[in-house]
Structures are given as structure tokens and as C-alpha cells.
């Protein structure tokens, strides 16, 4: 079926969104497990002309299917209102040019999200997308060869690193031990994981930050092991759909700068209060199309020097 709304699927895809890894590509399909009401259903998306050809798989009625589609891809959003915000502001307005039809990749499971926030901080996009699909397919629950994003319960009882593993288990060798965090090339970031997982499980329950003010969100993050400014608004923003969110590292405030303050120093924080204040209900979709359209343009290459 045919979802007449515009995007660009490969871009928003790739893009580097801390929600997930890209779905796996099959041919010129994209496809992936997907929970709708805790059931199991196979995502088959595919690009056609301008907007999702979408095909799916499970005992989930086509209503609770779309509707999932479209939250994951923030269908929803009015891209061309987004694109008119953009052109009213010089300084965005070659935006729309270089980044048309991306959208939010938003995360179907927001505890995904959580640990590929962590994952990805000062990290590379292919490295954890890696380490969050290993983590996937060594305690997700298999679906026609697709696998789910394993649980908070499952994660905080993995082994953190072979060391832990070889003491725990009968296992003769640590070479011989693969079932730990570690082993999915997070490093340091295995602690952090697991103590989230063991948060989310004994003491604070994540399906209540939607519920929250940005500003409560904000702050209930902040209180997950490993997690700084940027990487709560990245979860904020990418697992919970809070579109205030302007996740501001150091490339974001280079960006920032170059467009808002000719070239000046300024904090990360001042940025990403800069990017809130300016944008507001936008910042989010601002902060996506700025660090793509840097990329894509060669402002990033100029950045760098």
C-alpha cells in the first residue's frame, strides 16, 4: 500500500538518528521486526516516487500497522509547513535543498533507544549501529531472522565482559567466551548499559517520560548512568518524539556559530539554549537538516579547518 506522505526512506535511514540501527536492507526493501501491542510483525518499507510503499506480515490489523508506520517515520509531520519555517529563516533556507524528505526515525521501543544513545556517544555511526544490532541478535527474541531489542530485565543480567563471564560460567577458556557486552564492541560503555538496564528495571519506569514536561524528561534522563545533555536530548528527541530537543554537541556548535555568531566561541550548553529558544516546536527537525545539510554541502569539511 501506497503512505502519501513525502520522505526520503534511504536518507532517514542512514542518518545516523540514535534510535536504532538502519532497518536490514533486502533488494530495494527495508525491513524489520516491529512490536504493535507487544505483537510481532515484519516491516516491509520500500521507497515509491516520493512517498513509503508499505507491505507487512503478523497478526496485527492493518489500522495498528499503519499507525505504527507512521509514528516510527513521524509521517505525520508537515514537512512542507517545516520547509516554509526553514526558507522564513536566511540562515536555514538552502536546508530543504540538501536534506529533502528526511524526517525523524523515531524509536518503536524507547529502551532501544536509551542504550543506542549511550552506544553512540563519542562513537562512530557504523560502530554502534554495529554494537546495537550484536546486542539484538545475542538477547533479542528471532523473528524470521529479524530480531526484537532485548529487554531491560534481559540486559541487566548479561554478563558485562569475558572476565565476568568465565568466572560465572563452566566455560574452560576466555577466548571461548562471546555472551557478554563487551564482546559487542561497546568498551567502557558496557557498565553504563547494564546499571540503565537495572534503573529501567528496579526503580524508574520509562513508559512514564512521555507523560513528562520536556524540562521533567529532561532531568529523569539525566539520572541514567552514561547519560549527559546531548545524549538525553537524543533520547528525548529520537526515542520519545520530544521535537523541542536540540541535541548540541561539538559539531552542532560549530554549525551554530558559523551560521549565528560569525564564527565565535560559544559553550555547548549556550548552544543548545540558543537552538531551543529559536526554534522551538522545530529545534529538533532544526538540529537533523543543520548537521546534514553541513555534511552534504561541504560546510563541514570547511568547519574542520
Not at 556517544?121 to 554494537?131: G, Q
Not at 520530544?242 to 551560521?259: G, N
Not at 555568531?261 to 550548553?269: A, E, T
Request: aromatic letters at 14%; proline letters at 4%.
Amino acid at each position: 500500500m501506497i503512505i502519501r506522505k513525502p520522505i526520503d526512506l534511504e536518507l532517514t535511514q542512514i542518518s545516523g538518528q540514535t534510535s536504532q540501527p538502519p532497518w536490514k536492507q533486502v533488494e530495494d526493501s527495508f525491513k524489520q521486526v516491529v512490536l504493535v501491542d507487544g505483537k510481532p510483525a515484519i516491516f516491509d518499507v520500500k521507497q515509491s516516487g516520493e512517498f513509503i510503499d508499505f507491505n507487512f506480515t503478523g497478526d496485527v490489523s492493518k489500522k495498528e500497522a499503519v499507525s505504527k508506520l507512521k509514528y516510527i517515520y513521524d509521517l505525520d509531520f508537515d514537512l512542507d509547513k517545516f520547509y516554509k519555517f526553514l526558507r522564513n529563516h536566511a540562515e536555514l533556507a538552502e536546508m530543504s535543498e540538501f536534506c529533502n524528505g528526511l524526517r525523524l526515525f523515531l524509536a518503536p521501543n524507547p529502551f532501544e533507544c536509551v542504550i543506542s544513545s549511550i552506544c553512540s556517544a563519542n562513537n562512530s555511526i557504523k560502530r554502534w549501529t554495529k554494537s546495537a544490532n550484536d546486542i539484538k541478535e545475542k538477547w533479542g527474541d528471532e523473528y524470521e531472522g529479524f530480531y526484537t531489542f532485548p529487554s531491560a530485565n534481559t540486559l541487566k543480567n548479561v554478563f558485562l565482559d569475558d572476565e565476568e563471564e568465565f568466572k560465572m560460567t563452566n566455560i574452560d577458556d576466555t577466548f571461548k567466551c562471546k555472551n557478554n557486552l563487551k564482546e559487542c564492541g561497546v568498551g567502557y560503555r558496557a557498565q553504563y548499559m547494564r546499571n540503565a538496564s537495572e534503573l529501567f528495571t528496579l526503580e524508574m519506569d520509562l513508559s512514564e517520560i512521555s507523560k513528562m514536561s520536556y524540562d521533567e524528561a529532561f532531568e529523569s534522563i539525566l539520572k541514567v548512568p552514561g547519560v549527559g545533555p546531548k545524549v538525553a536530548d537524543c533520547i528525548l528527541l529520537y526515542g520519545f518524539n520530544f521535537k523541542e530537543a536540540f541535541p548540541s554537541d561539538v559539531w552542532i556548535k560549530r554549525i551554530v556559530s558559523y551560521l549565528y555568531f560569525d564564527g565565535k566561541d560559544i559553550s555547548v550548553p549556550k548552544v543548545r539554549e540558543f537552538g531551543m529558544e529559536e526554534f522551538g516546536d522545530n529545534a529538533g527537525y532544526v538540529q537533523l537538516y543543520m548537521f546534514h545539510y553541513a555534511r552534504r554541502s561541504g560546510l563541514m569539511n570547511k568547519l574542520k579547518k
